[in-house]
């Protein structure tokens, strides 16, 4: 059952057409990736479904209800949780005051502490510096924030969008480690991923985004070993 269907998905820049009408769909429990070379669209594509860029024409149907061009704290509300490209902490508010944004839709105070305490669990670093301000985190630590502050919301859906963009390649294992974790606690997800490899060996299917166009689709193994996708984004 698809969870999030986007069709016919247009955006423009002024005169700049970014999206020429794509269509895919992430079913319920699947990670799903998004791959293309640098101003593909991958990242207009995830900022036009959780509305923060307003697309010209199509459809995103959500959990079975529109929500093409809804505000985006009303899509966060319906269970759509988005971690950006390059983190985008608030970097003057401690690493508990950001997990405690991510929070803004439940008013449960005892829920919350319970799901900052699971987050602490989860990236125990985080814990060890709950009241440093975020800005003076590694980069590495500040996409453990960003992911966690996403997760606060227990979202049905979460994005990432280039979640492993400067990171080491030790801390690129922990972040692909985390997002399988995700995922096997019942998180339907959506990756935009410049590292294509690794991307597409935990994908369910996945996608491949060329000049604002769809250019081939299949699972996760089709395209790791397609001789196309190996020659433009494997190094192949």
């Not at 002024?14 to 009408?21: D, N, P, Y």
């Amino acid at each position: 059952m698809a969870l999030l269907t986007v069709k016919d998905l247009c955006v423009s820049y002024g005169v700049i057409q970014a999206l020429h009408g794509i269509s895919f769909e992430v079913n319920q429990g699947e990670i799903v990736t998004l791959i293309g070379a640098n101003g593909a669209g991958k990242t207009t594509t995830m900022q036009s479904i959780i509305g923060l860029i307003h697309a010209q024409s199509g459809e995103v149907i959500y959990d079975g209800q529109n929500i093409f061009n809804m505000p985006t704290h009303k899509i966060i509300k319906l269970g759509l949780s988005q971690v950006p490209e390059r983190r985008r902490v608030f970097a003057e508010l401690t690493v508990c005051e950001n997990l405690l944004m991510g929070a803004f839709t439940e008013k449960d105070k005892a829920v919350i502490k319970r799901d900052i305490d699971d987050i602490y669990t989860i990236f125990p670093r985080l814990g060890e510096r709950k009241n440093q301000e975020a800005g003076t985190l590694s980069g590495g630590e500040q996409q453990m924030l960003a992911m966690g502050r996403a997760m606060m919301s227990h979202p049905k859906l979460l994005m990432l969008d280039e979640p492993s963009m400067g990171l080491s390649p030790l801390l690129v294992d922990q972040v692909f480690s985390m997002i399988k974790k995700f995922h096997e606690d019942g998180t339907t997800i959506l990756l935009v991923e410049q590292n294509a490899k690794k991307s597409l060996s935990i994908s369910d299917r996945a996608y491949v985004l060329e000049n604002g166009v769809i250019s081939m689709s299949g699972t996760g193994e089709e395209l790791l070993h397609s001789d196309r996708v190996i020659s433009a984004y494997l190094g192949g």
